[in-house]
């Protein structure tokens, strides 16, 4: 049966102007650098999410071995049970003009909705900004939805402004210098809503939100709108009410047009109309083709007609408008009935003369899309893919308990001599279908990073499996640097709802309410690899002593930073 997409209309919000915003406005840069920037202005590097630095020139192979802690800061967001991710993974943005000189600065938000910029190179507070949500949620906080920030910000070096979301879902951009704001802030996601984190493409910011968190507050707004238009198409596919006076955010992709600092305008794409198929991956969206968006979609149904895209990955035109393509596997209604859908991030990078799309999911199994024909269009059901791996992990199909398969985002690399490779953060062991790997450090019960190089022979694009790292805790996605593979080992809990003494298991909302998620079983460990060999280069042991949850380590600058679910920050370098 071939599959017709519906138009969709966008919603257009524009918010009111604030006093100076006109003015704040900065003329567009004159041409990009061709040099790569060593900075990290945004999650995952670039906006194609690749976690490449191509621009660090300090750390390398050689002096890898070499790291040691240069700085860590302990900021002040209070610490919690229900809150798993404290602070955000870090943005570095270098040469920044502040009260103090210029200075590389570190922005992380914090989950009590505080942004920090600290100098990068001692971890000294350059200044603060506090923006205390005045709404109070009706819905209690649970480590699904802590009612908390958790977007990454996204740094606009060229006009000299940090974009970010805290927990009344408002958008803003403050001077990245001393914190000043620039923009009228306008209402891009409902108040506690789990958005994740910002690009910034063509002076559009984006986010992705699901899990129904947010709390809608008009209910004549076209939030509310949308979801009563899909309950009355397909009842199944929106989520229940979290309470009778608690109407919560459907799934969605939301741009704002941030051209006009006094004038932002809302465009909002939905995924379905409630909590099903939500936009997932921690990196959000990456960019397309053309200044499209590219992301992958949670569990639920797979009825686009109804305005449900379960289990797919979707390409939008710019600004979130409709949809350009899809891709949906063969399999969704298995993927769908065992929780095995999205939940990593897609990455977008060239290779023999196309535009390739890597993208995996908890079943532990990794696709190669072509960007510009997705899933083969109608006449192959949006079901085509460039490349198909065999099983890699995931053998019991355990959604959540254990947490198991690819969870966070893919990454990127190409060598100086043109060879590209792709990493996965495999949570759990790796398959018994699992190819052989050339370099194999052993088994890795709790996970591990796989490592696999595009190859292609006429026109067959496919998969050679490089190396596969040692046991690691529930692995962040890794980032590269000169040849070098950063990884962490988290240290989290991968059990959400484990079996009692007697057999039975709590309810979900029991569940969701317990400390058992916030019970580390180790500490974070850094881990430094050859990029194409797999050779373990450094390890920092028990440097550090907590854990962290659902973040990024990150390469910039010279140095590597880190955050920790106890609200500190981390710098590891060579130069001590």
């Known amino acids: 049966m071939s599959r017709k997409y519906l138009p969709l209309v966008p919603v257009m919000i524009a918010a009111s102007a604030v006093p100076g915003a006109a003015q704040a406005q900065q003329a567009a840069p004159a041409a990009a650098a061709t040099e ?11 906006q194609e999410r690749t976690a490449w630095n191509r621009g660090e020139k300090t750390l390398d192979k050689k ?26 993974s870090p943005i570095i943005a270098a040469g920044v003009e502040t009260p103090q000189g210029a200075k590389n600065v570190i922005y992380l938000l914090g989950a009590d909705d505080t942004l920090f910029a600290l100098d990068a190179d001692s971890g000294a507070a350059l200044w603060q900004k506090s923006f205390p949500n005045p709404i109070t949620a009706k819905k209690n906080a649970t480590w699904l939805c802590p009612n908390t920030a958790n977007a990454t910000p996204v740094v606009d070096k060229a006009r000299g402004l940090i974009f970010f979301i805290p927990s009344d879902g408002k958008l803003r951009a403050l001077s990245l210098g001393d914190g000043a704001e620039k923009m009228a802030p306008i209402e891009m996601v409902p108040p506690f809503t789990r958005a994740w984190s910002l690009n910034l493409i063509d002076d559009i ?48 992709v939301t741009a704002v047009d941030v051209r ?69 596997p063969e399999n969704f209604k298995y993927i769908f009935a065992h929780d095995l859908a999205g939940s990593a991030s897609p990455v977008v990078f060239p290779f023999g003369g196309k535009t390739l799309v890597a993208t995996a999911q908890k079943e532990g199994v990794l696709y190669l899309l072509d960007a510009n024909d997705m899933g083969g269009g109608q006449a192959k059901n949006h079901q085509q893919f460039v490349y198909k791996s065999p099983q890699l992990g995931n053998d019991k199909a355990a959604g959540t308990d254990p947490s198991q398969g690819v969870w966070g985002a893919v990454t990127t690399y190409q060598n100086p ?71 962490t080992q988290t240290g989290g809990q991968a059990m959400q709802n484990p079996t009692l003494p007697d057999g039975s298991r709590l309810n979900s909302a029991t569940a969701a309410s317990s400390k058992f998620r916030s019970t580390p079983v180790g500490n974070i460990i850094l881990y430094a690899f050859d990029a194409e060999t797999g050779k373990q280069l450094y390890s920092s042991k028990d440097l550090i002593k907590d854990w962290t949850h659902f973040s990024q380590p990150v390469v910039a600058l010279g140095k590597v930073y880190l955050v920790s679910h106890d609200a500190r920050v981390y710098a590891l370098g060579v130069r001590k």
Do not use: H
């Open 417 to 487: 001599e043109g060879k590209r490779f792709l990493y996965l953060p495999m949570w759990g062991p790796r398959s018994t279908f699992a190819p052989a790997f050339k370099s194999d450090a052993g088994e890795s019960p709790n996970g591990s990073i796989m490592a696999f190089q595009v190859v292609s022979e006429g026109d067959k694009i496919s998969l050679n499996p490089e190396w596969i790292s040692g046991n690691m805790i529930m692995p962040d996605p890794p980032v590269v640097a000169n040849g070098v593979v950063y990884a």
């Open 205 to 252: 910011v984006y986010t992705t939100s699901g899990r129904a968190c947010g709390e809608v507050q008009d209910p004549r707004s076209a939030m509310a709108s949308a979801v009563g238009a899909v309950v009355r198409r397909n009842a199944a596919a929106a989520a229940a009410p979290a309470g009778p006076s608690v109407m919560t955010d459907p799934s969605a």
């Open 63 to 88: 002096n890898v071995a070499k790291l040691k802690l240069q700085w860590s800061t302990k900021l002040s967001t209070p610490v919690t049970d229900v809150v798993l991710s404290t602070l955000t």
């Open 260 to 328: 006009d600092l006094a004038k932002p305008e809302l465009t909002r794409f939905y995924t379905s109309g409630g909590r099903p198929a939500g936009p997932w991956g921690r990196g959000g969206l990456a960019r397309g083709p053309g200044n499209t968006v590219i992301f992958q979609t949670s569990d639920g149904l797979y009825d686009p007609p109804a305005g449900s895209w379960g289990d797919t990955i979707m390409k939008l035109t710019p600004k979130a408008t409709r949809v350009a393509d899809s891709f949906t």
């Open 36 to 46: 790569a920037p060593n900075d990290w202005t945004t999650w995952g590097y670039d």
